[in-house]
């Protein structure tokens, strides 16, 4: 099992940059790619970024690609989404992931571990 614990949400204006965090405990943290979604409400809940056990493959989602950095530190078993140039359409829960799958994943079905979410709000 393996618990994860976001934080780092808030509330920012349009353009300005929010730093998630996600806390990993249980099993060994460095086993598992780790990824992030949002979920605004009405939507369904959507790819952000995805890193690999190493750290050394990431994967964004498209409407994120320049703005958002995804990183790991498996010394501290915790996943981070450096988000800049946030837009109000990105106002959702942000939650992260773990899967024991091989691999960077990019779908929700793939992830078997879930953290509680973070409320991320970006005023216009």
């Known amino acids: 099992q393996v618990q994860l614990v976001e934080s780092g949400g808030g509330l920012v204006q349009a353009g300005g940059s929010l730093r998630l965090s996600c806390a990993a405990s249980?099993?060994?943290?460095?086993?598992?790619?780790m990824g992030w979604f949002r979920q605004a409400p009405g939507e369904e809940r959507g790819f952000v970024a995805a890193?690999?056990?190493?750290?050394?493959?990431?994967y964004y989602a498209d409407s994120v690609k320049g703005r958002f950095t995804i990183s790991r530190d498996n010394a501290k078993n915790t996943v981070f989404l450096q988000m800049n140039t946030l837009k109000p359409e990105e106002t959702a829960v942000y939650y992260c992931?773990?899967?024991?799958?091989?691999?960077?994943?990019?779908?929700?079905?793939?992830?078997?571990?879930w953290g509680q979410g973070t409320q991320v709000t970006v005023s216009s």
């Open positions: 249980g099993r060994i943290f460095s086993w598992y790619a």
């Open positions: 890193i690999g056990w190493g750290g050394g493959t990431t």
């Open positions: 992931a773990a899967t024991s799958g091989i691999g960077v994943r990019t779908t929700s079905d793939t992830y078997n571990y």
